[in-house]
């Protein structure tokens, strides 16, 4: 297995649009999504099929094993890569990852230390105020030293770290606004005046002089390809003309022009410390409330405290993307445990689900290859968080590991279900808000 990450430097404007059923305002999204990266791939690895690269293409061959295969390339969604530094914007190389549903900030002046007045998570608290039968508002707990105002509210955000500052991740979009063109007498027709959301492709940054200067956008994503010979001919031909790429809507008329390199890197760290650290914060907290509260008279799997902690395994489902999830047939955007063990291929009649947070959307697309809409999709939004606890840890360590590398849910290969366990981020309190 390896895994290629992406650099996409935008070269003129995006447009990516997220039409909603109903709407009739084509939003642009604020990233780029797999399945966008996934169908410019492929589109131009068809093109090419003639040439230097033809055994990509040649009698289905290496293209079938990237994109129509049981275990294909799954292509992840590209995040912007420019976060505000200081007072100023800049790329950076840090890992971009997606805050929880349970991370809050300040009503008053949200994000980030020290613009903001920091964000912290709710997660573990919530969780043993619910078993101690304590209402649990992190308003409540009162204003924290400078920070007057003790009221928070749910904060969602692209996020990166650097040593221990967090900073937010955004692109900025604007409208461009065209005239229709008549056929006949190829002048602007009357009356046809529209608008396109579009991402910006650049921003203004300070250079060493003290003077503003354009930056392009840079947006970073990654591909899992299952096969390690497949991974170096993918990068070796995305390498070999990075600048013939065009991503999103309008291209014929000069949007979505980027540039993309690519380069093998390791694969992600190891789930095993993420979950020894999530386990060891859960259970400290746990006693925190307990000194606090007195023992309850049962823990969340009815045991005693002593039993949870020596027999009971506790880890989250963080989704990294959109998902599209399916239970008996339905939508749904809770994952079950009978799910869970469905994604993973593994029986454990001690797993069990205590919390979910999770909110749901609808996306759509156009798939070039067929010339027509995709179906409109239910889907369960990045940043959904889900609380489980096992008996068994050694079997779900490498199905955990697993489902990072290929997601959960429907269409993953297209950047959907993208999955982290034990994001750190639940391991920050109020009192260490960053």
């Known amino acids: 297995m390896k895994r290629i990450e992406l650099t996409i430097t935008a070269l003129s404007p995006l447009a990516i ?3 909603k059923p109903g709407d009739s305002i084509n939003e642009v999204e604020q990233y780029i999504p797999g399945s966008v990266l996934r169908g410019a791939i492929a589109k131009h690895i068809l093109h090419r099929a ?12 290496d293209f079938a094993l990237l994109f129509l295969e049981d275990n294909p390339a799954i292509f992840q969604n590209a995040y912007p890569a420019v976060a505000k530094v200081g007072s100023k914007l800049q790329v950076v190389d840090n890992t971009i990852k997606v805050l929880p549903a349970t991370a809050v900030s300040s009503k008053a002046n949200p994000g980030f230390l020290p613009k903001g007045h920091g964000v912290f998570d709710t997660l573990i608290d919530s969780f043993c105020a619910q078993q101690f039968n304590h209402p649990y508002d992190p308003s409540s707990l009162g204003a924290l030293e400078d920070r007057v105002d003790p009221r928070v509210e749910a904060y969602s955000s692209l996020y990166s770290k650097h040593d221990k500052q967090y900073y937010s991740h955004a692109a900025t979009s604007r409208l461009l606004t065209r005239v229709g063109i008549n056929r006949y007498r190829a002048t602007s ?17 300070e250079n060493e002089d003290k003077n503003l200067e354009w930056k ?41 022009k980027v540039e993309i390199t690519a380069k093998e890197i390791p694969l992600a760290d190891s789930i095993y410390s993420r979950i020894d650290a999530f ?30 902690k020596d027999h009971r395994t506790f880890f989250t489902l963080n989704l990294h993307s959109d998902a599209i999830l399916t239970e008996d047939w339905q939508r749904t955007t809770v994952i079950s445990p009978e799910m869970l063990k469905g994604f993973a291929v593994v029986e454990d009649s001690s797993l069990q689900l205590h919390t ?36 068994n840890r050694q079997v779900w360590e490498n199905a ?20 982290e366990i034990c994001n750190e981020f639940h391991q920050i309190f109020r009192k260490d808000a960053v």
Do not use: C
Not at 50 to 61: D, F, P, R, S, Y
Not at 189 to 205: G, K, M, P
């Open 17 to 19: 649009g997220k039409q």
């Open 50 to 61: 003639g040439m230097e690269l033809e055994n990509l293409a040649a009698n289905g061959g």
């Open 189 to 205: 027709s009357d009356d046809i005046l529209y608008s396109i959301e579009v991402l910006n492709e650049a921003f203004f940054q």
């Open 216 to 256: 392009n956008y840079v947006y970073r994503g990654y591909i899992n390809v299952p096969n390690n010979s497949l991974a170096k001919k993918i990068t070796a031909f995305i390498k070999d003309k990075p600048e013939v790429f065009r991503l999103g809507g309008s291209v014929s008329r000069g949007l979505g």
């Open 279 to 308: 386990n060891q914060a859960f259970h400290k907290r746990w006693q925190d409330w307990s000194g606090a509260f007195g023992n309850v008279s049962s823990s969340p799997v009815g045991d005693d405290l002593r039993s949870v």
């Open 356 to 391: 979910a947070y999770s909110s749901y959307s609808y996306r759509s697309g156009w798939n070039s290859a067929w010339g027509l809409m995709k179906d409109v999709e239910l889907v369960t939004n990045k940043g959904s968080v889900y609380l489980f606890s096992t008996e």
């Open 400 to 419: 955990l590991s697993n489902l990072e590398w290929r997601g959960v849910g429907d269409r993953t290969s297209e950047g959907f279900g993208q999955v």
